[in-house]
């Protein structure tokens, strides 16, 4: 599916602080957590929030690209793992979308706890805790990949 035929949902930078301090109450009362494991890019913010709200200072990265600039799902590609089963830490992403990375950390840390601002329907299975859910068909622009600027109301979209 093309971008032009998803739905957009653009995100602010307050929408994003909102829903990362939702996810780290739901978080708060699950366990006492080691530390973090942000997947990059995409979890950095938002493990940033949650490390803040939690109280937690150590901080680690699973650095992987898995998207192309069209926004197309491309392989794999593993820049940088961590060590252990994952007991006792937090995964944080901004979003479960196929699942495909979500399950391949999964597979690397399978005792981790994974936990995402935003689920889709083909990769909520792989989440244990997220705060909303999106269909399959839209793109998420978070507010690190936008700038403000005007845009026509969903009505005129549709009639071109």
Not at 23 to 44: D, F, H, N, P
């Amino acid at each position: 599916m093309s971008v032009s035929q998803q739905k957009h949902f653009p995100v602010s930078w307050e929408e994003l602080h909102r829903t990362a301090k939702a996810l780290a109450w739901r978080l708060i009362g699950i366990g006492e957590w080691k530390g973090i494991i942000a997947i990059t890019r995409g979890g950095l913010v938002p493990a940033a929030i949650i490390a803040r709200e939690l109280d937690i200072r150590l901080i680690d990265t699973v650095c992987m690209a898995s998207y192309s600039d069209d926004h197309r799902p491309g392989e794999i590609n593993l820049l940088k793992g961590v060590g252990g089963d994952g007991d006792g830490w937090l995964i944080i992403d901004d979003l479960v979308d196929t699942g495909r990375t979500a399950k391949y950390v999964r597979e690397m840390l399978p005792k981790a706890h994974f936990a995402t601002i935003y689920a889709k329907p083909a990769g909520r299975p792989l989440v244990d805790t997220f705060i909303t859910e999106v269909s399959q068909d839209t793109w998420i622009y978070f507010p690190w990949d936008i700038e403000p600027q005007f845009v026509q109301p969903i009505a005129k979209m549709k009639r071109s």
